[in-house]
């Protein structure tokens, strides 16, 4: 069993920034592909990042190429995202989650086993 817990949510204005990080416990974190997705109001979850055991391979949504940077650190069984240019779109509770790997992207919800409780992201205008 993994446990996860998010934090660094909060309300901010557009165009500012936030960092989120998920720490891990029980199994080891450094054998799972580990992911961010979030849940807007109304609307399916949806991936942001995703990174492998060793932060070979990351992937990101094309709403937040190029502000947010998915990272982790294996030693302290945390992952990070790094949010930059927040826009109210960026609105949503906003989950860490893994799974072991595979050779498929693992961009889906579906695909994952072990979730955090979730953190909202609040972003005004």
């Known amino acids: 069993q993994v446990q996860l817990v998010e934090s660094g949510g909060g309300l901010v204005q557009a165009g500012d920034s936030l960092r989120l990080s998920c720490v891990a416990s029980?199994?080891?974190?450094?054998?799972?592909?580990m992911a961010w997705f979030r849940q807007a109001l109304g609307k399916e979850r949806e991936i942001v990042a995703r990174?492998?055991?060793?932060?070979?391979?990351?992937y990101y949504a094309d709403s937040v190429k190029g502000r947010f940077t998915i990272s982790r650190d294996n030693a302290k069984n945390t992952g990070d995202l790094q949010m930059n240019s927040l826009k109210p779109e960026d609105t949503a509770v906003y989950y860490c989650?893994?799974?072991?790997?595979?050779?498929?992207?693992?961009?889906?919800?579906?695909?994952?086993?072990?979730w955090g409780q979730g953190t909202q992201v609040t972003v005004s205008s």
């Open positions: 029980g199994r080891t974190f450094s054998s799972l592909t």
């Open positions: 990174i492998s055991r060793s932060s070979g391979n990351i």
């Open positions: 989650a893994a799974r072991t790997p595979r050779i498929s992207s693992l961009i889906q919800s579906t695909q994952y086993d072990y």
